[in-house]
């Protein structure tokens, strides 16, 4: 089995304006996907990411505030997970629970640094 990441995108709540029922909702649909995955024992961890941060570019290093996608779509967080191809891994992708809410799932196999 190989390790993929998955890169998870899309609006934080506050611009979805959730109320806190529905972030609780939204919440229990993730533990629900992260149950599935640890019972097919594929799931390996994650967390989400908070918002602020900083972005380092440059021969100069500059150093900004950030991080800053296109319009309001950030990176909120990621998975790792083993499966046997990209194929693979990007079915269990299908699960995210957040693509009614303008959310996207990024897939990448992690290669292994011997």
């Known amino acids: 089995m ?14 979805l ?3 806190p029922e529905e972030v609780q ?3 229990q649909e993730w533990y629900n996907w992260v149950n599935q ?5 594929v799931y390996v961890g994650g967390e989400p990411l908070l918002p602020g941060g ?5 021969s100069k290093t500059v150093v900004t505030d950030g991080p800053f996608a296109e319009g309001k779509e950030l990176v909120g967080g990621y998975f790792i997970v083993k499966a046997e191809s990209l194929e693979a891994a990007t079915e269990m992708a299908k699960g995210f629970p957040d693509f009614d809410r303008n959310g996207s799932v990024e897939v990448r ?6």
């Open 2 to 15: 190989k390790d993929f990441m998955f890169i998870f995108r899309g609006p934080s709540y506050e611009e």
């Open 17 to 19: 304006q959730l109320s």
């Open 25 to 27: 909702a939204n919440m």
């Open 37 to 41: 995955l640890s019972a097919k024992q």
């Open 54 to 58: 900083k972005v380092l570019q440059g």
């Open 109 to 114: 196999e992690i290669m292994k640094m011997e």
